[in-house]
Structure formats: C-alpha cells, structure tokens
C-alpha cells in the first residue's frame, strides 16, 4: 500500500506547535485546556455500487442469539415494530471466511478482530419509487431517472454536508472531499458520482474522477516533507531547557512553585504526544504517483483506495466517495447486457417469465468482489494505530450501500455494511435488523422478505450526528427544498414524499407501512446501532 505525510516532523513542531514550545509561559499550559484541544478528527467515507438486486439470502448474515428493542408501539392498522440485533456470526473454511455469500473473503484478512469493527445494517428504506439513481444512500434522492416528481428537490449529499461542515475539520486539510467512481451512474448528470453540493443556492453534481493518477495530483503533488532529513526530534531541542529549569542552575530550582511544576509537567507530557503523533503519522510527501499500467477497473479501485486511505493517514482529507459500477467488478462471464440481464433478469421479480438464478449468482459475486477488494481494502488500510491505542478507522464511519434494495429497480431494504465506530458513537460487530417482522403486508411469494424497515432518512441523521454535524445545521438542505414538510415536522436527512404506485399499489404507505412518525423521528438515534440508544 502506498505511503505518505501533510507536514514533516520539524515543520509541524517548529511552525504550527510553535506556541507549544514556549515554557516561559506556564499559566496557559492547563491540562484541562490541552485535552479540549486536542479532540480527534473523525472521517466519513462512502462506497457505493450500481443496481443491487442481492436476494436477502445472499446479503445478510445469519443471526444469533438475539436483542430486541421496542422502536414503535403499534398504531393504527401498523402492528408494533421492534429492532432485532446479534452478534456478526463469523465462519471459515478452507482458508476463506464470511458472514454472508456476498460477504466472504480470506480469512487472513476477514478476521474476528475487524468483523468486530463492521456492522450490518438491514431494513432501510426509502418511502418513495425513485428507481435507478446515483445517490439514494448519500441522500439525494432527486438524482434518479424515474421519480420525476423529485426531481426539483435535490439536496445536497451527506458527505458534502460534511466536508462543508467547518468544526468536523480539526486541522488543515489539501481536499475537501474525495470523489473516485468507475462508470457509475453514466447515464446520469452525476456521472461516475453519488455526490453532489450546494452552490450559491443550487445543487450542483460533485463530478468523480476515474484516473488514480488525477487523485493523486490533487491530494499529493508539491506535498512537504518528502526530502526533509530525519534530523533530531524537536522535543529533544527543549529537554535541556525544561532540565534547567527544573533542576535549576545551582542545584534545585526552588524558586519554581509547586502550582508551575505540575503545569511545566502537564505541558512536557503534552509535548511528547503531540511529538509521538506526529512521528506515527505517513508522510503525505512521500506517496508515489500511481503507475498507468492498469490491469483491469478493479485495480484502479485499489489504487484509488491506497490513495484514499494515505490521505486520511495523513491529514490530506477526511472525506470522501468511491463508486463502481458491477459490471466492472465482475470475473464472471456468461452475460452481455448488464442492466437487462444480470441487474433485471437476475435481481428482479422472482416470479417473472425471464427470471435467470444464474444472473442472481453472477450479481452476488460481483458484489462480492467489491466486498473484498474495495471495502476490505479499504477498512484494513485504516485499521493501524492512529493514537492511544484507537485506531484510524475508530474514529472513522464508512459504510457501503447499494443503488437498489433487494430487487433492482426498488428502494426497499437498502442493504449497508458499515465499518468503524467513529469515535464510540456506534456499536459494532453487529447485524442489526430494522424491519418490522409483524408487518406482512408487502410480503409475497415472489418477495418473502419484505417487510418495512426505517426509512433512510433516519438513517442519514444518524451518519451526520455521529461525524459531528447537528441537527439545526444539516436541516438547512430540508428548510431550504420542502419547507412545508419541515414546518409539519419532519426531521432526519432527505426529503418526505410518499408513493403508493408502481410496486406498492393497493397499499396506503402512511397508514400501513411509514406512518409519519417515521419522517418525524428522523434525528432519533437508533438502537442496536447507536451507543446508549
């Protein structure tokens, strides 16, 4: 994996740490001041692949010993909807490990350990028909090519929101955001992208780049710190001044308060964490240019994932979006239309004439794939220490979703598989089931796992709090699209429409699967998923 650093060593401690070194002044080197300070930066990173359509049986994991949480009492004609969760049960065999079919990889590198930082989030679901879209699971869900009705209501995307966001960034950054895709969404106007940002009032797509060597150039070239000799620690400059003054120039210094001395120690341990973080971190100076010798896209992801994960290690920047689509990650052969045979044919209706279960098993592999080489690669790449014992990627959410839920073209049961507790806000090593098992309403032999879950919405409120961006401020997107809905009370992150056409006719979606107290509770913190939720 490549390497790289924002700033070198003597440059950080020198420059910005300045202040730092300056012993004389004591009464500003207050513990209680240093750790406020000193507040970890935290990281959103989103996957995202085209079509979905993965059965439930070949998505989700198996479920253990179970929890469950009362999330609604019934009302009306919607019986009462309880959370489920367990523990992620994982399996190996012959070198390989998984969860499910779609998530299984080496078992060297699928271990008990990271399965422990990874959960699986099933039921969530959008209350509207968009079909085909680009950016359902970042929240713009006007970015389709179906749902015309909301089309004049995009919103800006949950990652843009929080590079956007000035308090999440901790410290200086080179990008605001990253944004990678390999045909993704190409017949869209967010080509390759599944991002898109506010300007001077209007949404605007966030445009993808599909060339490693591009990411590069705007993350890396001209870094510091590539050629900065090694040189002796800047803390070892000022040992012997904070030896003097401790120890005096004629014997002890008792000229030094007792209240100074614990200050003068507070700021020397300080220092040396500060001096330790800084030496642990990549040099961003350091990272080589990607070679243009690609053997297929699935190793342009990869390098777009090295780059991705050198720049957080870095500080280059803490956000940011990859999206492919499956027929790029795909091995398998067997198919020539994508879109109409393995997303359709494959992740359609089970009960219609041009069902194809082979497609279905062409569909889950490829995601598969992208399982194991993207997201994998991805987390494990951010699964080293950053500090004090916390890891890169503990302070990090990523999560990945797909275009569809369990039937290409619906919205229904999104599937996400999320990495990393961002800071202890989430539990991990969880599969957590938000559908309501008591409503079968939408359950037929053709769908035998559709039951209502949380909408997205929710969902979303719940990624953009745990990075540190609140209420009152992601409103903003809702108060300026659907104000009406907003002054009604709805809340979370997205807009409200229901609609009862397509694939859910002779159903009222508000009175028997989404009552509004869906939309309303949208900041609501999840449990099974949420600490102390």
């Known amino acids: 994996m490549t390497s790289i650093v924002r700033t070198g060593r003597r440059h950080f401690l020198l420059g910005a740490g300045g202040g730092l070194l300056s012993i004389p002044f004591l009464g500003s080197l207050e513990s209680k001041r ?23 049986e070949n998505m989700y994991p198996a479920q253990g010993s179970v929890e469950t949480r009362r999330l609604y009492d019934a009302t009306g004609e919607v019986p009462a909807h309880d959370v489920r969760w367990s523990a992620l049960q994982l399996s190996s065999e012959g070198g390989r490990a998984w969860l499910s079919r779609v998530l ?18 099933g039921g969530v679901d959008i209350s509207t028909y968009i079909g085909h879209n680009r950016a359902c699971f970042t929240g713009n869900f006007g970015a389709n090519d179906q749902g015309r009705s909301l089309h004049g ?15 999440f960034h901790r410290s200086p950054f080179r990008q605001r955001s990253m944004n990678f895709g390999i045909r993704y969404g190409v017949s869209s106007n967010l080509r390759h992208s599944a991002s898109a940002r506010r300007v001077n009032g209007t949404v605007a797509p966030v445009q993808a780049t599909d060339n490693p060597e591009v990411l590069w150039r705007a993350l890396f070239e001209g870094a510091a710190g590539g050629d900065e000799p090694a040189g002796v620690p800047v803390v070892d400059h000022v040992m012997e001044h904070y030896r003097r003054l401790t120890r005096g120039a004629f014997g002890e210094a008792r000229r030094l308060s007792r209240s100074d001395r614990e200050r003068l120690e507070s700021h020397m341990t300080l220092l040396s964490e500060v001096q330790q973080r800084v030496a642990s971190l990549v040099e961003c100076g350091s990272v080589a240019e990607p070679r243009p010798d690609w053997d297929d896209d699935v190793d342009l992801l990869r390098h777009a ?10 500080g280059a920047s803490n956000v940011g979006v990859i999206t492919a689509a499956g027929a790029r990650v795909t091995n398998d052969g067997g198919w020539n239309n994508w879109h109409e045979q393995v997303a359709h044919n494959g992740g359609g209706d089970r009960a219609s004439p041009s069902f194809n279960p082979e497609f279905q098993r062409i569909n889950w592999r490829a995601h598969r794939r992208f399982f194991e080489e993207v997201f994998l690669r991805l987390v494990e790449g951010l699964d080293v220490e950053e500090e004090s014992g916390q890891t890169y990627l503990d302070r990090s959410l990523v999560y990945w979703a797909m275009e569809s839920g369990d039937r290409t073209h619906t919205n229904f049961s999104v599937p996400i598989v999320t990495a990393g507790a961002a800071g202890g806000f989430f539990e991990t090593g969880r599969y957590v089931d938000f559908r309501n098992r008591a409503n079968d309403r939408l359950v037929s032999e053709s769908d035998p796992e559709r039951y209502p879950g949380i909408l997205m919405n929710r969902f979303l409120g719940n990624v ?24 009604n009370g709805t809340r979370g992150y997205g807009v409200r429409e229901y609609h009862p056409h397509n694939f859910w006719r002779r159903v009222d979606l508000e009175r028997q699967i989404w009552p509004s107290h869906h939309f309303e509770d949208g900041d609501g913190l999840l449990p099974g998923w949420v600490r102390g939720a």
């Not at 995009?154 to 966001?165: E, N, R």
């Not at 953009?464 to 907003?486: C, F, I, K, N």
Request: charged share 20%.
């Open 104 to 121: 299984e990889a080496d078992a060297g590198r699928l271990t008990p350990s990271l399965v422990g930082k990874m959960n699986v989030l």
């Open 153 to 167: 209501v995009q919103v800006a995307t949950v990652d843009q929101v929080v590079a956007d966001h000035e308090p």
């Open 34 to 56: 240093a750790r406020a300070q000193s507040a970890p930066q935290l990281r959103l990173v989103v996957l995202g692949t085209d079509h979905g359509g993965v059965w439930p």
């Open 464 to 487: 953009l709090q745990s990075v540190g961006v609140p209420p009152d401020v992601y409103h903003r997107e809702l108060q300026t699209v659907q104000p009406e809905a907003y002054a």
């Open 305 to 314: 994932v090295d780059l991705f994960v050198a720049a957080i290690r870095c």
